[in-house]
């Protein structure tokens, strides 16, 4: 279990990374289909 544990961070950083870019492109497509 310590090879998953010490990949953790990287995968929560990596989910942080995704979930801002879905908010970004959802701002994206919101300013898109209100224009």
């Known amino acids: 279990m310590k090879h998953l544990t010490t990949e953790w961070p990287l995968l929560k950083e990596l989910e942080e990374q995704l979930v801002r870019t879905l908010q970004k492109v959802f701002a994206v497509l919101l300013a ?4």
Do not use: V
């Open 32 to 35: 898109a289909l209100l224009e």
